[in-house]
């Protein structure tokens, strides 16, 4: 014999009479399905608002490697005019005519170093992770009497660095 249970909407509790085991279970299956509804809508809600914040990160870390190769830019022009002077390149920042490797930087880049003519570029203090401790070297080479520089970046993922720092560059034909 099939029970009836009543669904009483004032207490929100069950009885045994009004509506059959069937329609009850119809309800019952009805809630799972919305409580299924919500945890999709959840779901999905909380992975549209990480993606905005992954990418402000990358924008974040981005803009902190733009800020080690301005520093960069200085040194590239003091290397650039002493390799025209005399034909070869500097030894260190003091021949370069640029400051103590230390003082060249801020609270992200803590030093930028020349070492014959490679400019050497580290990151630290208030760096974000995926730079602390890394370096951007630009290497400079002479072609056509002009000074040319090649880009490298160890340990740093290419997601983060400009076009001509990236190791999966595309070489020109």
């Not at 990480?50 to 990160?57: G, I, L, N, Q, S």
């Not at 870390?61 to 025209?84: D, H, P």
């Not at 760096?127 to 002009?146: C, H, W, Y």
């Amino acid at each position: 014999m099939a029970q009836s249970v009543r669904f009483d909407s004032e207490d929100c509790s069950l009885s045994n009479s009004g509506l059959t085991a069937e329609l009850y279970l119809r309800v019952n299956t009805s809630s799972r399905f919305y409580s299924l509804f919500l945890l999709v809508t959840v779901s999905v809600a909380s992975f549209a608002q990480a993606e905005p914040k992954a990418t402000e990160h990358i924008n974040f870390v981005r803009e902190q490697i733009r800020q080690g190769l301005n520093f960069a830019g200085g040194a590239k022009a003091a290397v650039t005019e002493y390799f025209y002077k005399h034909q070869k390149m500097p030894v260190d920042n003091y021949e370069a005519g640029l400051t103590d490797s230390f003082n060249i930087g801020n609270d992200v880049v803590i030093s930028v170093s020349v070492s014959d003519g490679e400019i050497s570029v580290t990151f630290g203090g208030a760096a974000a992770a995926e730079l602390s401790g890394r370096v951007i070297a630009l290497t400079p080479f002479a072609k056509d009497g002009r000074i040319h520089w090649e880009c490298a970046a160890s340990y740093i993922d290419d997601r983060y660095l400009p076009a001509p720092c990236r190791r999966s560059k595309a070489q020109p034909e």
